[in-house]
């Protein structure tokens, strides 16, 4: 079975400055689905970024980008420029290119600091 | 239309009491899922739903757990006898479009407390 692992609970940055987030997984498939989450206080969660496993270029949403190291299999996020906004719970999930469930890690809670 | 709604927002029930959550998908998604996040988790998977059909549930759904898409269009999930360890978010989620690079799109949740 796949698994997801975030090793920060928690993480804080000063606003405008940069955090990077790590997460790492583990499969046997070579055709997946990378995803981060973001999830406000008691709010929906929404998608920030995915990447596709079989493209080598890493994705980039504006601020947000990730380093995806296949190999490690690592997909860190990136978030420059951090905004007061930018404070939620983040997720990293997995989804198997056969499959329509995802699998997510435990989280990671990020504070930015005015 | 205005994303994936769930309803109620909260739900307080007694150990024992059957309880039933409702999702309503975004209107032209024909994929319905259903997850649960305990407190400092991330969304486990319950069941999942290709418009009317049931194509996949979790171990995690036990027997007391029963979840419906009738019409293919919004959604029930039914906990009978809950348990305190039923206490959690319940997210349902939504996706459509053909091939496989498509994005699920997520409700607020209902939050449930057994007491």
């Known amino acids: 079975a796949q698994t997801v692992t975030q090793s920060q609970p928690e993480m804080s940055v000063q606003e405008a400055e940069t955090v990077t987030l790590s997460c790492t997984y583990d499969t046997s498939e070579s055709d997946y689905y990378l995803f981060w989450y973001k999830q406000p206080p008691s709010r929906q969660m929404i998608l920030v970024i995915r990447?596709?496993?079989?493209?080598?270029q890493n994705a980039t949403e504006n601020r947000f980008s990730v380093n995806f190291q296949k190999a490690a299999k690592s997909f860190s996020l990136k978030i420059s420029d951090s905004q007061l906004g930018d404070a939620a719970m983040y997720f990293c999930?997995?989804?198997?290119?056969?499959?329509?469930?995802?699998?997510f890690g435990q989280g990671t809670r990020l504070t930015i600091n005015p | 239309d205005t994303g994936v709604s769930q309803d109620p927002r909260h739900k307080i029930t007694k150990r024992g009491q059957n309880v039933t959550f409702r999702c309503d998908p975004i209107?032209?998604?024909?994929?319905l899922y259903w997850y649960r996040q305990t407190l400092g988790q991330g969304p486990e998977f319950l069941t999942y739903f290709q418009n009317e059909a049931q194509l996949e549930k979790s171990r995690l759904l036990s027997d007391r757990f029963s979840a419906e898409r009738p019409k293919g269009s919004f959604s029930t999930l039914e906990i009978q006898r809950t348990e305190q360890g039923d206490s959690a978010m319940y997210l349902c989620?939504?996706?459509?479009?053909?091939?496989?690079?498509?994005?699920?799109?997520f409700g607020q949740g209902t939050r449930l407390t057994v007491v």
């Open positions: 209107s032209e998604h024909n994929r």
């Open positions: 999930a997995y989804r198997s290119g056969g499959a329509q469930k995802l699998v």
């Open positions: 990447q596709e496993a079989y493209k080598q």
């Open positions: 989620a939504s996706s459509g479009g053909q091939g496989k690079n498509t994005e699920a799109f």
